[in-house]
């Protein structure tokens, strides 16, 4: 099995449990006057509403430099919110010059008040050594704390460090445990990884038929290394009945996702389909398209 790495979610991706927290107010054409001028008097709660709007475009023009400016005004009086938001804007570099130090810094003071994606974001930062000396024990800890608080970030990356012993004693048990915690909240690359652990009996009593439904669950979400294993275990009939239909099936999906062996996934669907008469093979074909029809203009759930 290769090396874990973790693949979670960006920084840029809008904090939801901050928002609900702060609900923004502004009126149809800009921003509630009042608001405006409770934030100027220094209130920081009214300040951090002012920067959501400007961060959203929500009634005004969009503007990222105004948003951390409102943000930063918060975040000195020690607003958790704007805290976390500011220093999610230094790492990402948006209204603000690019700076993983003074990232850390933010994300750290909310990140110590329990806000589990400043959690997950300060763990990332120490996995990879942006803006603090790399420290797999440190991240550890800090992805632990956002993994018992449910963020699925936090425990995908969790079990990643588990697989690989990095920060943590190897441990697959743990691993399959934090996979499974993200893979049932909808992250496919949790599917993915709890599905090779279940083939490879890693941690998990090694069982073919799990192995084959997580790897169907991350397979309808566009997964394309999930498919092409779907496909290998229909075209061997592992964990599944063989189906050669089937197993085009999902080779055809894979080909056109990113998968890390195009040339592989290629050869394999075209043994596939070989097995098929050509009556089959075009009504397969037809379910692929249709597949993509129904797909197609849905984004891939994180």
Same mark, same amino acid.
Not at 157 to 179: E, H, I, K, M, T
Not at 203 to 232: C, N
Not at 261 to 279: F, I, Q, T
């Given at each position: 099995?290769?090396?874990?790495?973790?693949?979670?979610?960006?920084?840029?991706?809008?904090?939801?449990?901050?928002?609900?927290?702060?609900?923004?107010?502004?009126?149809?054409?800009?921003?509630?006057?009042?608001?405006?001028?409770?934030?100027?008097?220094?209130?920081?709660?009214?300040?951090?509403?002012?920067?959501?709007?400007?961060?959203?475009?929500?009634?005004?023009?969009?503007?990222?430099?105004?948003?951390? !400016?409102?943000?930063?005004?918060?975040?000195?009086?020690?607003?958790?919110?704007?805290?976390?938001?500011?220093?999610?804007?230094?790492?990402?570099?948006?209204?603000?010059?690019?700076?993983?130090?003074?990232?850390?810094?933010?994300?750290?003071?909310?990140?110590?008040?329990?806000?589990?994606?400043?959690?997950?974001?300060?763990?990332?930062?120490?996995?990879?050594?942006?803006?603090?000396?790399?420290?797999?024990?440190?991240? !550890?800890?800090?992805?632990?704390?956002?993994?018992?608080?449910?963020?699925?970030?936090?425990?995908?990356?969790?079990?990643?460090?588990?697989?690989?012993?990095?920060?943590?004693?190897?441990?697959?048990?743990?691993?399959?445990?934090?996979?499974?915690?993200?893979?049932?909240?909808?992250?496919?690359?949790?599917?993915?990884?709890?599905?090779?652990?279940?083939?490879?009996?890693?941690?998990?009593?090694?069982?073919?038929?799990?192995?084959?439904?997580?790897?169907?669950?991350?397979?309808?979400?566009?997964?394309?290394?999930?498919?092409?294993?779907?496909?290998?275990?229909?075209?061997?009939?592992?964990?599944?009945?063989?189906?050669?239909?089937?197993?085009?099936?999902?080779?055809?999906?894979?080909?056109?996702?990113?998968?890390?062996?195009?040339?592989?996934?290629?050869?394999?669907?075209?043994?596939?389909?070989?097995?098929?008469?050509?009556?089959?093979?075009?009504?397969?074909?037809?379910?692929?398209?249709?597949?993509?029809?129904?797909?197609?203009?849905?984004?891939?759930?994180?």
């Amino acid at each position: 099995m290769p090396k874990f790495r973790c693949l979670a979610e960006s920084f840029s991706a809008v904090l939801l449990i901050l928002c609900m927290a702060v609900a923004l107010s502004a009126q149809s054409k800009g921003i509630d006057p009042t608001l405006l001028a409770n934030a100027n008097a220094g209130d920081a709660e009214s300040q951090v509403r002012v920067a959501f709007a400007y961060e959203d475009g929500e009634d005004v023009e969009q503007n990222y430099s105004i948003a951390a !400016a409102w943000y930063q005004k918060a975040a000195d009086q020690g607003f958790v919110i704007a805290q976390a938001r500011l220093g999610a804007l230094y790492y990402i570099g948006k209204g603000v010059e690019k700076d993983d130090v003074l990232a850390a810094i933010w994300l750290q003071k909310a990140a110590e008040q329990n806000v589990a994606r400043s959690q997950w974001n300060l763990g990332y930062l120490y996995e990879h050594g942006k803006g603090v000396t790399k420290d797999y024990s440190k991240a !550890a800890t800090w992805y632990q704390k956002a993994a018992e608080q449910g963020d699925v970030a936090g425990q995908l990356c969790l079990a990643f460090l588990y697989s690989n012993g990095s920060g943590v004693p190897q441990d697959w048990a743990r691993a399959a445990v934090w996979f499974r915690r993200a893979a049932e909240q909808g992250n496919a690359d949790a599917m993915f990884n709890l599905a090779g652990l279940y083939g490879e009996g890693r941690g998990v009593p090694q069982d073919y038929a799990q192995e084959a439904a997580w790897l169907r669950k991350a397979a309808d979400q566009s997964h394309a290394e999930a498919q092409y294993l779907l496909g290998l275990s229909y075209m061997t009939g592992r964990g599944v009945t063989r189906d050669y239909a089937k197993a085009y099936f999902w080779m055809d999906l894979a080909a056109s996702g990113n998968t890390h062996r195009p040339d592989e996934v290629a050869k394999d669907r075209d043994d596939s389909a070989s097995h098929l008469s050509s009556a089959r093979l075009l009504q397969t074909q037809k379910r692929v398209r249709k597949w993509f029809d129904e797909h197609s203009a849905k984004p891939t759930p994180q």
